[in-house]
């Protein structure tokens, strides 16, 4: 059973770069399609990015479309979230999500068993 676990939040200016890393514990992401959600203070949560392990097919949220992209890194079991051009409304606690999603299904969370603890970004204007 692969635990995500998720670092690189902080606290940014409107305009700035960040990256956040989801490693896996306990186990692989290579049967999963690994995703990231985002929730902000009172919001439901809200599907980001996602990547499927093998094949590295990519699914993006209109929102984050050419500022947000996601890759990963076989030898560190490890998926990245480049987050560029940051904006206020980006402020949210980040969540990395492991599960057998589909393409129909990538942007549900039901689709997803495994998360994260998050980690929070706060992006001051």
């Known amino acids: 059973q692969v635990q995500p676990v998720e670092s690189g939040g902080g606290v940014v200016q409107a305009g700035d770069s960040l990256r956040l890393s989801c490693a896996a514990s306990?186990?692989?992401?290579?049967?999963?399609?690994v995703a990231w959600f985002r929730q902000a203070p009172g919001k439901d949560r809200e599907f980001v990015i996602s990547i499927r392990w093998s094949g590295g097919n990519t699914y993006y949220a209109d929102s984050v479309k050419g500022r947000f992209t996601v890759s990963r890194d076989y030898a560190k079991n490890t998926v990245y979230l480049q987050m560029n051009s940051l904006k206020s409304e980006d402020t949210a606690v980040y969540f990395c999500a492991a599960g057998r999603a589909i393409a129909s299904t990538v942007a549900s969370a039901r689709a997803y068993d495994y998360w994260g603890q998050g980690t929070q970004v706060t992006v001051s204007s």
């Open positions: 306990g186990g692989t992401f290579s049967p999963y399609t």
